[in-house]
């Protein structure tokens, strides 16, 4: 568990550094974003040089690293605000379109992975697989389209975007979850036609208990080792699609923050986000790590 941890402090470091060279690489001027195309050259001068602008990158850095440390994120150029605070008001609402998208992948992806196994080659197998596969293949930008045409503009039954009470969480969740949804599905199925060939599974058999028994009570167990593991590093692909879909719903979440930072030159706050990700990405391996010792206790011993 120490060495995770210390792998987790070097992925963190890494991001910062590369996310920090990389903004900085963007075309584009925050002292003249701050104070506007008809600001002297004097004015911007003296902004740049509060800045630290017009000090050579890795004096930046450096920088940067001690205000990290001392547990400041900078100040942001937009807002005028911390930078750890704007994005701390917003973690609520991405974390909570987060959590109803995996929710709502492994609340339906499970089961419908397991039905498609335990009916193999069957016609219910062959639309489970196309369920899956249309799922990963369709946009979420596209999809959250359609959905706001078809539920907030004919139907007129839930909002179309902006946050608020639970009706407003359904659509974007839903949007969040497709991709999600497909390799759930997947790798249930998988994962349940592999440990189905095990012996175990034929000792069940032979004592006469239902195949819907055997599948949920004594193969899913074994199977969600594969199924955790991998959903666990789908988190990051699960912030970067929260960005595009909180852009589609006006989702007052981090996502939305971040592209609003970058059309900006928002330094501090683009790096803010990205060290946040990278923080919540590494915490959910550590936490999926000790998931699958629980579900499988073989694991502590090796």
Not at 13 to 32: H, M, N, Q, T, W
Not at 140 to 161: D, E, K, M
Not at 251 to 262: F, K, S, T
């Amino acid at each position: 568990m120490l060495s995770r941890f210390g792998q987790g402090l070097v992925t963190v470091f890494l991001a910062s550094l590369v996310v920090f060279v990389l903004i900085r690489a963007v075309p584009g001027d925050p002292a003249v974003i701050m104070l506007g195309e008809q600001a002297t050259s004097e004015d911007l001068g003296r902004l740049r040089s509060v800045m630290r602008l017009d000090r050579p990158l890795y004096e930046q850095y450096m920088a940067f690293l001690g205000q990290l440390l001392a547990g400041d994120l900078g100040m942001s150029i937009r807002f005028q605000r911390p930078a750890g605070e704007l994005v701390k008001d917003r973690l609520g609402a991405t974390a909570a379109l987060a959590g109803a998208g995996l929710g709502l992948a492994c609340l339906i992806g499970v089961p419908i992975g397991v039905l498609g196994a335990v009916r193999a080659g069957s016609l219910t197998d062959r639309a489970v697989r196309v369920a899956a596969l249309l799922s990963q293949a369709i946009p979420g930008f596209w999809l959250g389209l359609v959905l706001i045409t078809i539920f907030a503009v004919q139907l007129r039954v839930l909002p179309a975007s902006g946050g608020g009470d639970f009706s407003h969480l359904i659509l974007p969740a839903l949007t969040l979850a497709s991709f999600l949804l497909g390799l759930t599905i997947r790798l249930t199925r998988a994962s349940i036609l592999d440990v189905l060939k095990q012996d175990f599974i034929r000792t069940a058999r032979s004592k006469g208990l239902a195949e819907r028994v055997i599948a949920f009570r004594h193969a899913l167990r074994n199977a969600l080792i594969p199924v955790v593991t991998v959903l666990g590093l789908q988190v990051g692909t699960l912030l970067g699609g929260a960005v595009i879909t909180e852009a589609v719903f006006a989702w007052p979440g981090i996502g939305n923050l971040a592209v609003l930072a970058i059309y900006q030159r928002d330094y501090p706050v683009v790096q803010a986000v990205v060290l946040l990700s990278a923080v919540v990405f590494v915490v959910t391996n550590i936490l999926v790590d000790l998931l699958c010792t629980w579900i499988d206790p073989r694991l502590r011993r090796s």
